[in-house]
């Protein structure tokens, strides 16, 4: 959600039948301002146009490392930070999704740059239906009918969308899956959302730093020397972090369905952002792939707000 441009910390406790309406109120706000943010990404991207997809990598990655020291910091969270970098076998697993994130970040920062922004829009459209497979395959979940058929429509959806491009879109493809390894491997990580990112960017630090040193050392100080450019790339940072954070707080206060809706925001958006703001072309094949992905969505969507609505009324029956 790069996510990065969505957050993979989609296990949450169950809401209180109880709960307080204010306070899920503030959880619709905070998961809307996640999204949103999410989905106007790209535009930060593109002001950095000629700065270098990896070198922007890098500077991300810096920045969010230093945002959220700062945040540790200043809520006490260093314990449970140095618990984790001292326990090796938990730092393995943060280093490799440490990789997952790295390289989600670096190919979706090169589909902005390319002008791809509506294929990069398109992998996160089809990335739940990835993790239904991830689970499938990994975890031994088993899918019904309806859930099937969802599957099955993404598959005819990412044909019709090579067809259109006349190759496969490797792009998409690989936002979604390294996006959904990325969120299973995190779940056997046993982190927080800001100690795991944390960890994890001060695991690939070094590289970038390594990076940005050499970058500096062969070409010069060049987008360094400008104010406003060192100003948006500074700016990589909140714009990674704060989203996440703001996931955090919202999905510990919604239902899952509510979150499972909100999660189509952001690539939305960025098929609008691609559309009507870098004029990127839609022509008839690839709309017809879109077409058949929203399809696909509402059909996922309906049987996980149908199965919740059941289970929700099992535990009322059982109550009763």
């Known amino acids: ?28 706000v905070a998961a809307l301002l996640a999204y949103s943010m ?6 930060l991207f593109r002001l950095l146009d000629g700065v270098g997809s990896v070198l922007i990598v890098a500077e991300r990655t810096v920045w969010s ?8 910091a200043f809520t006490g969270g260093f314990g449970e930070s140095r618990a984790l970098l001292s326990d090796r076998r938990r730092m393995r697993v943060v280093a490799l999704s440490a990789l997952l994130l790295g390289g989600n970040w670096l190919l979706y920062v090169y589909a902005v740059e390319s002008g791809q922004v509506l294929e990069a829009s398109f992998g996160y459209f089809i990335n739940p239906l990835v993790n239904i497979a991830i689970g499938m395959i990994f ?36 936002l979604a899956f390294t996006f959904g390894f990325y969120g299973l491997i995190r779940k056997t990580a046993q982190a927080g959302p800001t100690t795991g990112l ?26 360094h020397a400008d104010p406003a450019t060192m100003a948006l790339l500074v700016f990589t940072g909140p714009m990674t972090a704060i989203p996440l954070l703001l996931f955090a707080y919202g999905v510990r206060r919604l239902r899952m369905t509510t979150i499972g809706m909100f999660q189509y925001i952001s690539p939305t ?25 929203w399809l696909s969505l509402v059909v996922f969507s309906w049987d996980s707000f149908r199965r919740h609505r059941h289970a929700a009324l099992a535990v009322e029956g059982a109550s009763a």
């Not at 910390?9 to 039948?17: F, I, K, R, S």
């Not at 999410?38 to 535009?43: A, K, S, T």
């Not at 490392?65 to 540790?72: F, P, Q, R």
């Not at 990127?280 to 992905?293: D, K, Q, V």
Request: net charge negative.
């Open 38 to 43: 999410w989905g106007f990404l790209p535009i």
């Open 65 to 72: 490392m230093v945002l959220l020291a700062l945040i540790i």
């Open 269 to 293: 958006l960025q098929f609008l952002v691609a559309i009507l703001l870098f004029g990127e072309e839609l022509n008839g094949t690839r709309l017809l792939s879109f077409a058949l992905i």
């Open 1 to 28: 959600m790069s996510l990065p441009e969505q957050a993979p910390e989609l296990v949450a406790p169950p809401v209180p039948a109880a709960q307080d309406p204010d306070d899920a109120r503030r959880g619709v």
């Open 198 to 223: 944390f960890a994890e960017t001060l695991v690939v630090s070094p590289i970038a730093l390594g990076y940005i040193g050499y970058s500096i050392a062969t070409a010069g100080i060049g987008v």
């Open 139 to 174: 975890l031994g979940e088993r899918q019904n009918m309806l859930q099937t058929i969802s599957i099955g429509i993404a598959v005819v959806a990412i044909l019709i969308q090579a067809l259109a491009l006349g190759s496969i879109p490797y792009i998409a493809l690989g």
